[in-house]
């Protein structure tokens, strides 16, 4: 019986082991510059990757990153087709109900794009089309604004409005800061309709609920990136400003 215990400990603690080091299994969009994307060859890249890469090195935990669709991004982690979701997720009460959040890893707020020199205000887009993408605080910011007025139109990736923007299928685009200003970089033909809407909004790490140990792993490591500088490396490879 001893030796029956003493192997079933062993098995047990190699099995523990074996599990410990798993890959963590993250999810992103792929379709979301500079925050993630995926290269001509297939690669993914961005912000997103490389502060879920950094996360997972500083729990000397193997990454293993997907490229997800963004309507089906939540469901996958609640099938546990991945363990979280680093896919500048925004923190929202509607999101809570179903799963957990890290703290914030970096700060965002929403603006509207359309073409320069059209002098059209937030006023006009009342009677004007809306781009913005489906399932986000934009979305759901224009259809509470300008849902019974204006013509919203949903787009599966920002990419997508952004590219019925510059056809003129629309005239303006509600998009995170952030990305609106990387794309206005490329096209300059573009600006600001409001480069800030009052609206603060915090990114977090999506995991399921309940999964305390790994929300508590994440917090520490992403506290411990932040102080250990590898946050502002990564950082400053995107923006020229401080996003946390």
């Known amino acids: 019986m001893r030796s029956f215990f003493a192997i079933t400990a062993l098995v047990a603690g190699l099995a523990s082991t074996a599990h410990a080091q798993d890959p963590l299994r993250i999810a992103t969009e792929g379709a979301y510059p500079p925050f993630n994307n995926v290269t001509a060859s297939g690669e993914l890249v961005g912000f997103d990757v490389d502060i879920a890469q950094a996360l997972c090195a500083e729990m000397n935990r193997e990454c293993e990153i997907i490229a997800q669709d963004w309507d089906g991004i939540i469901p996958g982690l609640m099938s546990g087709k991945y363990d979280a979701i680093v896919a500048s997720m925004s923190i929202t009460e509607e999101r809570l109900d179903v799963v957990d959040f890290t703290d914030p890893y970096y700060s965002n707020f929403l603006s509207i794009v359309g073409r320069a020199g059209t002098g059209l205000t937030l006023e006009d887009l009342a009677e004007r089309s809306i781009g913005t993408q489906r399932s986000t605080i934009g979305a759901q910011w224009a259809e509470d604004e300008f849902g019974r007025r204006g013509q919203v139109r949903l787009y599966d990736t920002v990419p997508a409005s952004f590219a019925d923007l510059k056809a003129g299928r629309i005239d303006a685009v509600v998009a995170d800061f952030l990305p609106a200003m990387d794309w206005m970089r490329e096209n300059p033909e573009f600006g600001y309709i409001v ?47 401080d996003i946390f």
């Not at 609206?199 to 309940?210: K, P």
């Open 195 to 241: 480069e800030r809407l009052d609206f603060d909004d915090e990114i977090g790490i999506a995991i399921r609920q309940g999964e305390d140990d790994l929300r508590a792993q994440l917090n520490a490591a992403l506290l411990a990136i932040r102080e250990n500088g590898t946050y502002a490396t990564i950082n400053d490879n995107y923006f020229s400003f």
